[in-house]
Structure formats: structure tokens, C-alpha cells
């Protein structure tokens, strides 16, 4: 009985040995992006983006400029000043911020405006190119693509990553 045994588990070791033998896939290459690929890859999304923003302007009839960054504004109603924003101002504005899909994410309060130094802070790029063309008094929209406002990573809050964020914006006064 004790030579069945030992028998058995000789039989057991030679099969587990025999199937661990067997190939194990190698892993496969990582195949290196070179940074002509990723330049590539980047100017195809923002494109795409472009694209995307010129078919939302379409579809609501705006008629908004682009700057050279990509930012598209249209000022809708005008104020009586005709003094503008410059770096190292402080601005103090009213908006509502949205998604291009419609969805507003961010409201500010009227009793208590939202205020950036020009050039300065931590606001969007975007944000900080459009209010330079707008005056006290001034309503505006603002079309930001989404590396003009928070890019890859989102603003970690209710902004997505990769998103085109929409500002409905009144720049309320200047402060030099």
C-alpha cells in the first residue's frame, strides 16, 4: 500500500512538472509613442474639438469671432464703458459656466461677484483672454475648448476632463 501510494504522488509531481513546462506567453513589446506621434495625436483631438464647437455655434445661429488660441466669444449686449481689462487688473463678474452639452455646472451669486486678477490667477486661460474684450457692463458667451480651460484632468470637481466648458458671462467693473 505504501508503494501505491509513492507511486501516486511520483505520478502527480511528473504531471505538475510536465504542465508547468509548457510556454508561458512572454509578454508582449511596449511599443514607444515618439512625440511626433503624440503631436499628431494631439492636433487631430483638438480639431475634432474645433469641430465640435463649430457645429454647437451652428446649431444655436451664433455669430461668435475665434481668437488664435481657439476661444470663441460673442459680446450679446454692451455696456457704456468703453474701458477695458488689462493684465494686472482685478475683474469682477457674474457668470454661469455649462457644459456644450447644456448642463450648468457652476452659477455664481449676484450678492457676491467673482473676482481674478488678469493675467494673474488661477482662471481658466480661456476666461482670461475673453473678459480682456469686454468693458464693465458687458455680457459675453465664451466657447472654451478644453485646453484653453482644464484639459486632461478636469477641475476634479464637476468639470470632466476633456471637456469644452460654455461661460455666460457680465463683467460687473474693473478695478486698476
Known sequence: MNYISIKSVVLILMVSFTMSCQDIPKPKKQRIVTEKELVNNNRKSVRMESDQIDKFIQRRGWDMSKTG?????????????????????????????????????????????????????????????????????????FIIPSHLAHGYTGDFNRIPRNSTVVFDILLVKINE
Not at 105 to 124: P, Q
Not at 126 to 138: H, K, M, S, W, Y
Open 69 to 141: 488660441t481657439g476661444l470663441r466669444y460673442l459680446v450679446y449686449e454692451r455696456g457704456d464703458s468703453q474701458v477695458f481689462p488689462k493684465v494686472d487688473d482685478t475683474v469682477y463678474v457674474e457668470y454661469e459656466v455649462s457644459l456644450i452639452n447644456g448642463k450648468t455646472i457652476y452659477l455664481s451669486d449676484s450678492n457676491n461677484l467673482a473676482s481674478f486678477i488678469v493675467g494673474h490667477d488661477e482662471v481658466e486661460n480661456g476666461l482670461q483672454e475673453g473678459v480682456q474684450f469686454l468693458a464693465p457692463g458687458d455680457r459675453a458667451k
